[in-house]
């Protein structure tokens, strides 16, 4: 399985944008999909998650109220939608896929630039 992370960028402070996360290869069965970020100089953290099953989902205080996540089936395919961006925010992001067999994020993707601009 490959997850391939797209979308970031440079945005200004307040700006908008969408990290995607496409997923490839043989098909699995999964348990959740979530959104990670790892600032210079500090630890990877969580950002938001999503359950395939019921399509609930969970999110880090610091995101909550401005970042959705969704996915599409159809297109084998994880969103994160980010609003209200701060400098903060600014990170590598990183998408992961945890397979029902573990529910661990066994598999990553390489990683999506986001720098927020003040």
């Known amino acids: 399985v490959q997850l391939q992370a797209s979308g970031g960028g440079l945005v200004q402070v307040g700006g908008s944008l969408r990290l995607s996360c496409a997923a490839s290869?043989?098909?699995?069965?999964?348990?959740?999909m979530g959104w990670f970020r790892q600032a210079p100089g500090k630890e990877r953290e969580f950002v938001a998650r999503i359950f395939w099953s019921g399509m609930s989902t969970d999110y880090a205080d610091s995101v909550k109220g401005r970042f959705t996540i969704s996915r599409d089936n159809a297109k084998n395919t994880m969103y994160l939608q980010m609003n209200s961006l701060k400098p903060e925010d600014t990170a590598l992001y990183y998408c992961a896929a945890a397979p029902t067999s573990s529910w661990k994020y066994d598999y990553w993707g390489q990683g999506t630039q986001v720098t927020v601009s003040s």
């Open positions: 290869g043989r098909t699995l069965s999964t348990a959740m």
